[in-house]
Nanobody, 125 residues
Framework: VQLVESGGGLVQAGDSLRLSCAAS????????LGWFRQAPGKERAFVAF???????????EYADSVKGRFTISRDNAKNTMYLQMNSLEPEDTAIYHC????????????????WGQGTQVTVSS
């Protein structure tokens, strides 16, 4: 399975963006997925997580810095995951990567074994 992000861009503070993570070469149905971001000079940081779809729905988690502003979702029929980002702040500027969880804690990048190449999000003040 290969993951490809899209939807990044240059926006002003307060604007919104929706990132997409499209899978090819296989289905994302059986993968829990996450979004991470990496700003210049900083380590890759957890943004959001979404579980596989179970009988009771999905389970999501967010970094405190984006809680209430970002929403993660998935559409298995389209083999795609999304990150809706509202009320963007300059501190959200980073390269955003999607990834598929292999094993371990959802908030650690070391738990993920499939990564997209990333999409740049730049928020001006």
């Amino acid at each position: 399975v290969q993951l490809v992000e899209s939807g990044g861009g240059l926006v002003q503070a307060g604007d919104s963006l929706r990132l997409s993570c499209a899978a090819s070469g296989g289905t994302i149905r059986n993968y829990a997925l996450g979004w991470f971001r990496q700003a210049p000079g900083k380590e890759r940081a957890f943004v959001a997580f979404i579980s596989t779809i179970g009988w009771s729905g999905v389970w999501t988690e967010y970094a405190d810095s984006v809680k209430g502003r970002f929403t993660i979702s998935r559409d298995n029929a389209k083999n795609t995951m999304y990150l809706q980002m509202n009320s963007l702040e300059p501190e959200d500027t980073a390269i955003y990567h999607c990834a598929a969880l292999q094993d371990g804690s959802y908030h650690s990048p070391h738990s993920y074994n499939l990564w997209g190449q990333g999409t740049q999000v730049t928020v001006s003040s």
